[in-house]
C-alpha cells in the first residue's frame, strides 16, 4: 500500500531555532499533502493544505509564517516551525491522498 | 466551522466486554472514516463509510454511518487488550478526491485482561 515516510521521528530544540520536517510519499506522486498538529491527549487539529508547486492553504489560526510548508515536488512536503517556542511542542502528522488517506508515523517536536 | 463530537472520551473496560462509542455532528459529510491511534504513531484507517445507514464489519467490529450522513458508530464486540488505543472519526468534505478531513475529539480506549 501507499506509504507516507516522515523524519524526523522525535526532535528536541532549542527556543528561537528553527526545525524541518519531512513528508515523502514512497511509492506514489502526492499532489496534496495535509499538515496536523495533535497535543498530548487531544485530537488531530489540521494546520495547511500543501499543493505541489503552489502556496499552502493554512487554517483559520494558524500562523503561516511561523509554519512555513514547502511542496516543491511531487513527493517532498517540508514543514518547517521558525522560531520555535515552547508552546510549539507537539506531535506533527502529515498525511496524503492516494484513493485514500495515509497518514505519517509523525513527529514528536519539543523545544526547550 | 465543523465539529465532530466523540463519546465517551475515556472507556475503560476488561477483555471480553463489548462497548461503543459514538461520533455526532451537526453537519453533513460525505464520507465518515474511523482510525485507530497508538502513541507515537500516525492514525491506522479502520474503515471508511459513505451512505447513509450504511453498515460495515471489520472482524469484531461494527461501523455504522447514520441515515442523515452526521453521526456514525463504531461497535466493538469481545473487545481484546490488542484493541487498546485511540478511536478517532473523521469526517470528509468530498469523496474520491483530497480534502480536507475534521476529525473528532477522540475516545481513548482501555482494554485490560
Known amino acids: 500500500g501507499a506509504v507516507v515516510s516522515q523524519h524526523p521521528s522525535r526532535v528536541i530544540c532549542k527556543s528561537g531555532t528553527s526545525v524541518k520536517i519531512e513528508c515523502r510519499s514512497l511509492?506514489?506522486?502526492?499532489?496534496?499533502m495535509f499538515w496536523y498538529r495533535q497535543f498530548p491527549k487531544q485530537s488531530l487539529m489540521l494546520m495547511a493544505t500543501?499543493?505541489?508547486?503552489?502556496?499552502?492553504?493554512?487554517e483559520q489560526g494558524v500562523e503561516k509564517d511561523k509554519f512555513l510548508i514547502n511542496h516543491a515536488s511531487l513527493t517532498l512536503s517540508t514543514l518547517t516551525v521558525t522560531s520555535a517556542h515552547p508552546e510549539d511542542s507537539s506531535f506533527y502528522i502529515c498525511?496524503?491522498?492516494?484513493?485514500?488517506?495515509?497518514f505519517g508515523s509523525g513527529t514528536r517536536l519539543t523545544v526547550v | 466551522t465543523q465539529l465532530l463530537e466523540q463519546s465517551p472520551q475515556f472507556l475503560s473496560i476488561q477483555e471480553g466486554e463489548n462497548l461503543t462509542v459514538y461520533c455526532n455532528s451537526s453537519s453533513v459529510f460525505s464520507s465518515l472514516q474511523w482510525y485507530r491511534q497508538e502513541p507515537g504513531e500516525g492514525p491506522v484507517l479502520l474503515v471508511t463509510?459513505?451512505?447513509?445507514?450504511e453498515v460495515k464489519k471489520l472482524k469484531r467490529l461494527t461501523f455504522q454511518f447514520g441515515d442523515a450522513r452526521k453521526d456514525s458508530s463504531l461497535h466493538i464486540t469481545a473487545a481484546q487488550p490488542g484493541d487498546t488505543g485511540l478511536y478517532l472519526c473523521?469526517?470528509?468534505?468530498?469523496?474520491?478526491?483530497?480534502?480536507?478531513?475534521?476529525f473528532g475529539t477522540g475516545t481513548r480506549l482501555q482494554v485490560t485482561l
Open positions: 498525511s496524503a491522498y492516494v484513493g485514500g488517506y495515509t
Open positions: 500543501s499543493n505541489e508547486g503552489s502556496k499552502a492553504t493554512y
Open positions: 473523521a469526517g470528509g468534505e468530498n469523496t474520491g478526491t483530497a480534502s480536507k478531513l475534521t
Open positions: 463509510v459513505v451512505t447513509g445507514g
Open positions: 511509492d506514489f506522486q502526492a499532489t496534496t
